[in-house]
């Protein structure tokens, strides 16, 4: 008789919070992690957004600047990946012209061929591609001097200007902080219908054993 009030005390006592409570606040807190896992993807879209902003404005030590201030977001806040990353696309066309005009001969018979070659190219793209490269280097290959300027010109690793920072599988903010309340009131829920499946199975069985 006292197993039995003690199992029946028990279930009368998880049977205090109802289920549906807390199915009804596990919603509302999957619902606020959501959110601020959104807020935090939205944050780093908005810093990615603004090193590409400086970049196009070729002011190189604000892109370092805005470059830093993504690594320190992105590492520090959950749900932040990049996805390709970040390339640096104007900060390479630029230091591909730069290449180029270093390795031109300004005193050719034909002038500054690299010039030449981006007064036909620049105009047919809006941003730097394989096919932007390629037609330079037809350009090029069109005046004497451009075939061996195509052979020495060293050109930077395009590899060199991708940036990809890696965020943490969970952080201590308020996006972490919720996620990991919401995976206690679903294993509050677990606990609570075991617990009560477990006890009830105990009463029946005890009452088939008398």
């Known amino acids: 008789m006292v197993d039995k009030r003690r199992a029946r005390r028990s279930i009368k006592q998880l049977q205090r919070v109802k289920t549906w409570q807390l199915v009804v606040l596990l919603i509302l807190m999957g619902f606020v992690t959501a959110t601020f896992l959104r807020l935090n993807n939205i944050g780093m879209i908005e810093r990615r957004a603004a090193v590409i902003s400086s970049d196009n404005d070729d002011n190189n030590t604000t892109t370092l600047a805005?470059?830093?201030?993504?690594?320190?977001?992105?590492?520090?806040?959950?749900?932040?990946?990049?996805?390709?990353?970040?390339?640096?696309?104007?900060?390479y066309k630029r230091d591909v012209a730069e290449a180029y005009k270093t390795a031109s001969n300004e005193s050719n018979p034909?002038?500054?061929?690299?010039?030449?070659?981006?007064?036909?190219?620049?105009?047919?793209?809006?941003?730097?591609?394989y096919?932007?490269?390629?037609c330079t280097t037809n350009e090029l290959a069109k005046y004497p001097a451009g075939s061996s300027l195509i052979g020495t010109v060293k050109l930077p690793v395009a590899g060199e200007y991708l940036h990809v920072f890696v965020s943490p599988l969970w952080s201590p903010d308020f996006?972490?902080?919720?996620?990991?309340?919401?995976?206690?009131?679903?294993?509050?829920?677990?606990?609570?219908?075991?617990?009560?499946?477990?006890?009830k199975l105990l009463l029946r069985h005890h009452y088939k054993s008398i």
């Open 66 to 91: 805005r470059l830093y201030e993504l690594q320190r977001y992105v590492s520090a806040h959950m749900n932040t990946d990049m996805g390709k990353g970040v390339y640096l696309e104007s900060a």
């Open 175 to 199: 996006a972490g902080w919720s996620l990991l309340a919401t995976v206690v009131i679903l294993i509050m829920i677990f606990v609570r219908l075991t617990s009560v499946g477990i006890l």
């Open 110 to 129: 034909n002038g500054n061929i690299y010039k030449k070659a981006q007064e036909v190219c620049a105009p047919q793209f809006t941003s730097y591609s």
């Open 131 to 134: 096919a932007y490269l390629q």
